[in-house]
């Protein structure tokens, strides 16, 4: 039976215990989430030694199911101040699934930068003082000298140690590129912990057992066979998120110019097939890459420079939209140097982009200069006062530089979606008890849903609770959202693959309404928190310039009543 690692900093004490039986239907999210809800006190200092960090793999990590492997991050958000999981790709929660953990919590706070070694045999610790003042690449490489090439590494970058609030947490994929629980500012977290790095290995050992492995493995083929024709998941295949570029801009909801437009002039020049072309006429790029094993998408890339250097992996959508569109800045090399930088000093390309922005609309630096954005960012570890700022994320930035139109709810940056063309994703934005985030639950239109009308200012929060369910039960279940939004537009009989695999791991009868009901019950648990923490219906609104402001003439706001947008959560 899987166990709960807790391991207390102040003591340097590890203790495996066994999960209380209210955790055992949960992994992922629902897990990080009870366990943050239970014990973390909801007015405490997110910064502050009653704070915890809490690591779960999915409920379904380390069996077949595809792209099943995400790791769920939970915490007091020092950005949000409400509970938050930050979700990641990369090896960590296969590893911790094989060790037979459900769960690793940290608590208390060490007294000096300290790194922890999770093995078969057990866990140790020691100094990371060696680490001090190294930027993210640096840190990977000592990291694989010093544990081989069988190790799967988390670490905070510099903004970690600063307890910057866009800090974030690195973890690495099988073949060493970074991937990140990005959101929330999850790695001041960590650093305030002083807890530099965790090192895990599972030396081969596997706990996970399916009780029915013929039932797993006829669901699996199933969701396997679905998502190879799946057209949006080719596309993936073929170009990652980037091909959402094309798709937003089209729609006139591509984030441009702090979210004052809708559509990008030099949009072309950013977009997946851009990109493909670009990778495909380069040494030492990829078009396709996968973060964890199991992966059948390969959604990722690999970015060189013309001569075949290495620059990042991998440039996502969200990077693209918030970094490139809405700076302004349409040049894809630079947005991948932007994105490397944001990488090595360990913050959130999405708040950076978004700070960025308002950093461009109070005059800091002009619109589109991505050379004084590509400084700003590096000057994030040497400390510099701006980059400080840009490093805080939207909101802080957006508050010292007096910029009245942030785009964030609960202190986090909006994704890259515009909400006043697709109102059900911005309803999502308000009420989802993670701040505004793509992974939360977007509503999309697509013939999965061929009377869905985004722009209607009726009719959304059903959509939008429907999409915040499945993606709360997707984050359980350590599904990635590249397989998730498929499945669930596939219609009602597809994800009985999923509810039969769970059945197939656990030996227990699921009914239809697993996901949906798994879900709710996960927001309920949120819900709760951020309201004791202080949060009321206030907190669930988007910032009044996108009900004032269309983002093109003629076009929309956001219009969607306060009732309507209240009417998502009963809780
Ligand atoms: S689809 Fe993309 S994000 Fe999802 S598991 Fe595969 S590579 Fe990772």
Redesign the pocket.
Known sequence: MAKLLRINLSESKATFEEVPEAYRKFGGRGLTGSIVANEVPPTCDPLGVENKLVWAPGILAGTTVP?S??LSVGTKSPMTKGIKEANS?GGMAQKLARLGIKAVIFEGKSKEPTSVKINKDGVSFSSAASLAGLGSYAILEKLKKENGDKACLAFVGPAGDMKLTAASIVFTTPDFHL?FAARGGVGAVMGSKNLKCVVVEDGGVNHVQVKDKDKMKEGVAKLTKHVAADHFAQG?RRM??PQIVMITQLAGALPTKNYSMGQFEKAESICGEHMEEVLKARPNCETT????D???????NIYSDEKGKFIVS?IEYETLALVGANCMIGDLDMVARINRACNDVGVDTMDIGGALAVAMEAGLLKWGDAEAALKLVEGIAQGDENSIIIGSGVKIAGEKLGVKRIPHVKGQCMSGYDPRILKGTGVTFATSPQGADHTAGIVLPGPHDPTYVPVAPTGQAPKSQFMQSWMAAADTLGL????AMPIMEAGPGLHLNVVSSVSALTGEELDDKYICNLGTEVLAIERKFNKAAGMTSEDDRLPKFFSEEPNAPGAPVFDVSPAEIDSVHKV
Request: glycine share 20%.
């Open positions: 792209c492997g995400r790709g991937r993936l990652g998120t890459h996968r973060c964890m199991g992966c059948i998408i390969s959604c990722s991998g990635c959202m590249m397989i």
